[in-house]
């Protein structure tokens, strides 16, 4: 659903209950797996900004097409100023909601990812289950890391979808008006 409200939690961090390399691995595998389906969701969210500055895109040409519609607009300070004010409020809103939709899809989300040689390098001294507990520490991070900077799209995409309706709502209202 489009329109979500997001829970405000302050968790605290809890440390890292050590297991056994069976539990470890496990984890590790869950982990991975959660990461996957993250960027899926950032994907989802990419894809719904996509969408809004496609729209956005679509309606920007129709309005420029309307030649009353720009004509209006051209002649500036030619018409009492509340009637311009009405006119230009719903170009405001669509370019507010492609500035909405371009958050999203600017891509902010970077996994901070594990690179083979120097964790080859840096981590040789540790014993396997050492290697294991870092690796599972560094992908819960990744993980987290990853689940806050995403929960911030979903304010960007409802905000931009609500702009975008109430900018058409208003260019069709004025354009009904002007015939």
Request: charge should be positive; glycine fraction near 6%; charged fraction near 25%.
């Amino acid at each position: 659903m489009v329109f979500r409200r997001a829970k405000k939690r302050v968790e605290e961090k809890k440390p890292l209950n050590d297991g056994s390399e069976d539990f470890d691995k496990i984890i590790i595998d869950l982990t991975r797996e959660r990461i996957s389906q993250e960027f899926d969701n950032v994907a989802a969210d990419e894809l719904k900004g996509s969408i809004i500055i496609g729209a956005v895109a679509a309606i920007i040409g129709i309005v420029l097409t309307v030649h009353d519609y720009l004509k209006f607009l051209v002649t500036t300070f030619t018409q009492p100023l509340y009637i311009e004010t009405v006119m230009w409020i719903p170009l405001m809103l669509i370019a507010a909601a492609f500035l909405c939709g371009a958050v999203p899809v600017y891509s902010r989300l970077k996994l901070r990812l594990i690179k083979p040689r120097e964790t080859n390098n840096d981590y040789s001294h540790l014993n396997p289950t050492g290697l294991r507990k870092q690796l599972k520490k560094e992908l819960i991070e990744n993980f987290e890391f990853i689940e806050n900077k995403r929960k911030q799209n979903w304010f960007y995409i409802d905000t931009g979808f609500i702009l975008l309706i109430f900018g058409v709502t208003g260019i069709f209202i004025t354009l009904m008006f002007l015939k």
